[in-house]
Nanobody, 124 residues
Framework: QLVESGGGLVQAGGSLRLSCTGS????????MGWFRQAPGKEREFVAA????????YYADSVKGRFTISRDNAKNTAYLQMNSLKPEDTAVYYC???????????????????WGQGTQVTVSS
């Protein structure tokens, strides 16, 4: 089970940090991803991190503004979001992928478990 927190309303240019906490003792074995979905749009990839934290990946739209990280001792992944823009408004989801070969981190169907989502609203 994955539970996101940290969403909210923020003005453009502001920051938020999302957290995703997993239950169980196997969190550290999973790659973690963050996705978002705006009203009327498909769910899109935002960022991903490998199980060890050694590699991170970002969508071009957030590169340089967002940072993904994880603390396996706390079973938690984070998404630090800076310089937020109104177009970042969406429901943000975290997802877990058990490694099995190539990590197609942008693909929704790559992931085995999803959180319930947390709303992020950026006002102009």
């Amino acid at each position: 089970q994955l539970v996101e927190s940290g969403g909210g309303l923020v003005q453009a240019g502001g920051s938020l940090r999302l957290s995703c906490t997993g239950s169980g003792r196997t969190f550290s074995r999973y790659h973690m991803g963050w996705f978002r979905q705006a009203p009327g749009k498909e769910r899109e990839f935002v960022a991903a991190i490998t199980w060890s934290g050694s590699s991170t990946y970002y969508a071009d739209s957030v590169k340089g503004r967002f940072t993904i990280s994880r603390d396996n001792a706390k079973n938690t992944a984070y998404l630090q979001m800076n310089s937020l823009k109104p177009e970042d408004t969406a429901v943000y989801y975290c997802a877990a992928d058990y490694p099995s070969g190539t990590y197609y981190y942008t693909r929704v169907h790559e992931y085995d478990y999803w959180g319930q989502g947390t709303q992020v609203t950026v006002s102009s």
